[in-house]
């Protein structure tokens, strides 16, 4: 069993594990989830616990995202319990109270919270004086495990929770449910160390390193306690934002120095609220003599604290992990009496990854809520008229992942397809690969993406209807579609059989259909394609391996053919090995060339000279070994997409001798004209290849028993994959089973 095999089993044991210990009768809840360290979201169904006596059955309708959920969900911590669903920020309304509730305290329709923790011991000392999140025996609310059975918690990010009673605070009405659902962590860890270390005096002196999700709530709670606040932080550009709307009483660039002097030893004290690597020793200076510094933000390395600068002054260092249950509902009320509230930036939970990603980057102003009530939490479901994607089309409804903006990120998404004309084929996608051009397209790096955008363009399916007029295909047959769906059909390039040239060329995925409609590709459970465009897979070849063919296959085999360089005993040089290169390899090889890999990777030489059966390799940085190589080949394909230089690629060519590019870099190639000119050497591109191409190199495959290396992954897997994929981390393609998933 290979790593991902063995990746997928382990997911499963968790998923019954989780299962066993939470579906038995309880409420059936819907929520989202990450199932790995790629810390991806996806829809997620579960059960929480039958409701007991002392329990509140909760409505969620929004809940916060705190940098916790992200290292969690990313296991950044070590700690992560997969399935994780993540959310401990949560303001929801009461369905249901048990029989021991007591009336008064919580009752249908109450609005409530939930914080970082949903029980404890109740009986150490911790517990004993209030200060529950401190019990050595502590639950929280997500990726906790419940007392006695052990059961992981799964949190806010979900339609419903079970909660006792004596871990639920109330909301006042005052408040807004979106604004104060940050209150229940970010709020409560500001507001606990201000009251338990003493540094909520009015007058005090109060310092507030950061002004993110922690430091924006540290300056209104201090401002409401009457201190005189300063900010301190190395961002020169929030100085505008913290003495205006914030309204703090000053302002510190922590890494000017004179600045920093100037404030020595005027602070009682100092919430640092940062959780990046930073020095702590000039924040030091800034405290009185016994002044002291409570660190609520956690950098991932240690905080290196000179003992000097303790002992001189008698200051002190101290830490806070929230506070109570009881600290929590005095943090509430208080803010319900100064209208205190985060700054808050709402989204759906089908945003909640993009979300994720701007948290990462810290692009949010100050946190993100989830509207988890208005929001869809089972598959999305979309309906984009500017796009011409319409539910009421008749057609065909599909199941697919779709990426939404410039993230790249795909998630769940419902439409529909075309109904079925007279030359369509209706088919099953059993494969889909995934190409360097979704990756481009759905990251909108060549500024065409049309949002929402559904990826895939080499698919492999089975035909399960066909229209009236067609005759290549029937149900059952096994096919594929590639890169291109339909095209004019009748300028020059169509009829000489070169559709993939056509001005009107469209596209599988993000493309412009004949009916105005935007295309939407192989990432889904159907296509609808007209038979013209559809090609045979032959019964030999296995339909995982053939997937990526239908591109990167027919790329490399079309641009062998159509510039002649597929004669047997002729000398092919192939730049890169990867997707496309790999294929090269093997197609020369069949055609009967002698191949030559060249790469700037020497590690990739016994693949190449071993596996792949190549008769030399050449180092590309190498200028010993490209000299001794010059002028000996007939022709080149260049399948490299980052930027490289090609005037040493042109130096191995023969007269007359020609390099295809088929590699796509961002970046102008720069071909000096001396380059080509001696030599009467060329260049070429070369688009995919025409349908005809397409065929004839799935029949040559299957004669030659030629497939793609791949590594086949299920659909909630590929944003990993795509990220992988941006760093190369792939031998050699990788191929969604997107009938084997859970759409």
């Known amino acids: ?277 930073h020095s702590v020793t000039a924040l030091l200076e800034l405290l009185k003599p ?7 933000g956690v950098p991932s390395k240690p905080l290196e604290v000179p003992a000097m600068s303790l002992i001189a002054g008698g200051k002190r260092v101290a830490g806070s992990g929230g506070g109570g249950v009881g600290e929590c509902q005095a943090m509430l009320d208080f ?44 598959v999305v479901e979309e309906v984009d008229q500017a796009q011409g994607i319409s539910m009421e089309q008749g057609g065909k409804t599909a199941l697919g992942l779709a990426a939404r903006d410039a993230s790249g990120v795909l998630s769940p998404f419902t439409f529909s397809r075309r109904v079925q004309r007279d030359d369509d084929v209706t088919i099953k996608v059993l494969y889909c690969g995934i190409c360097h051009t979704d990756l481009h397209v759905i990251k909108n790096e060549w500024g065409n993406a049309m949002y929402p955008v559904v990826p895939g363009h080499e698919v492999v399916g089975v035909v399960t209807d066909v229209g009236r007029g067609v005759t290549k295909f029937k149900a059952g047959d096994t096919v594929g579609v590639g890169y291109f769906v339909d095209a004019c059909r009748s300028c020059e390039s169509c009829s000489a059989g ?31 394609v007209s038979q013209d465009f559809v090609v045979r897979v032959p019964d030999n070849l296995p339909a995982d391996a053939t997937a990526p063919l239908l591109c990167a296959g027919v790329t490399v085999y079309s641009s062998m053919v159509q510039f002649a360089l597929n004669e047997p005993g002729k000398r092919l040089g192939v730049v890169g090995l990867g997707g496309l290169g790999h294929l090269a390899v093997k197609f020369g090889k069949a055609f009967g060339l002698t191949v030559t890999v060249i790469s700037s990777s020497p590690g990739k030489r016994e693949e190449a000279l071993g596996r792949l059966d190549a008769d030399a390799f050449l180092v590309s940085q190498d200028a010993a070994q490209m000299k001794a190589a010059a002028g000996t080949m007939d022709g080149i ?16 060519l023969k007269p007359m001798g020609q390099m295809v590019v088929v590699g796509a870099p961002s970046t102008p190639l720069e071909l000096p004209a001396y380059a080509i000119i001696t030599g009467g050497r060329r260049v070429a591109g070369n688009g995919v290849g025409s349908i005809a191409d397409c065929q004839a190199m799935l029949d040559f495959a299957g004669e030659h028993g030629i497939t793609a290396d791949v590594e086949v992954v299920g659909m909630d897997y590929v944003n990993t994959a795509i990220e992988r994929l941006e760093r190369n981390d792939v031998r050699y393609r990788f191929v969604v089973d997107v009938a084997g998933s859970k759409l």
């Not at 009916?515 to 990432?523: L, R, S, V």
Request: net charge negative.
């Open 1 to 277: 069993m290979g790593q991902l095999g063995r990746m997928v089993k382990e997911r499963e044991e968790v998923e019954v594990k989780i299962k066993e210990l939470l579906m038995a009768q309880g409420k059936e809840a819907l929520g989202w989830a990450a199932m790995d360290a790629s810390g991806l979201l996806s829809p997620y169904k579960f059960s929480r616990r039958v409701q007991r006596d002392d329990d509140v059955t909760i409505k969620v309708l929004f809940c916060g995202l705190c940098h916790t959920d992200l290292h969690v969900i990313k296991n950044e911590w070590g700690n992560a319990r997969y399935p994780v669903v993540p959310g401990h920020e949560v303001v929801e309304v009461v369905t249901d109270v048990g029989g021991g509730v007591t009336r008064t305290r919580f009752k249908a329709g109450d609005t409530v919270g939930v914080g970082y923790f949903v029980d404890s011991c109740r009986t150490c000392e911790s517990c004993s004086t209030g200060h529950e999140s401190y019990c050595p025996e502590l639950v929280e609310t997500s990726n906790g495990a419940e007392i006695g059975c052990g059961a992981t918690t799964l949190g806010g990010f979900s339609d419903a929770l079970v909660v006792r009673q004596d871990y639920v605070v109330q909301v006042p009405n005052s408040l807004p449910p979106s604004a104060a659902a940050p209150l229940l962590c970010a709020g409560i860890t500001v507001f606990s160390p201000m009251v338990e270390y003493g540094l909520n005096a009015p007058g005090k002196h109060l310092g507030v390193v950061g002004l993110g999700g922690l430091g924006h709530m540290g300056v209104k709670f201090g401002k409401a306690f009457g201190m005189k606040v300063t900010v301190i932080s190395t961002s020169l550009s929030k100085r505008a934002e913290a003495l205006g709307r914030l309204g703090a009483d000053a302002f510190l660039v922590s890494r000017d120095p004179e600045q920093m002097k100037a404030a020595a030893s005027t602070m009682d004290g100092i919430i640092d609220t940062v959780s990046a690597e």
């Open 290 to 296: 016994r002044g002291q510094m409570v660190v609520v």
């Open 335 to 378: 803010a319900g009496q100064h209208g205190i509230t985060a700054d808050v930036e709402v989204v759906g939970v089908d945003y909640v990854n993009t979300a994720i990603e701007r948290l990462e980057r810290n692009d949010v102003r100050y946190r993100f809520v989830v509207d988890v009530a208005g929001s869809k939490l089972g």
């Open 498 to 528: 070169h559709e993939n040239y056509c001005p009107e060329l469209v596209l599988a995925s993000n493309g412009v259909d004949r009916d105005g409609a935007a295309t939407m590709g192989g990432f889904s459970d159907a296509v609808v």
């Open 637 to 652: 394909i260049d399948t490299v997409s980052a930027g490289h230089p090609i005037v040493p690629l042109l130096a191995l």
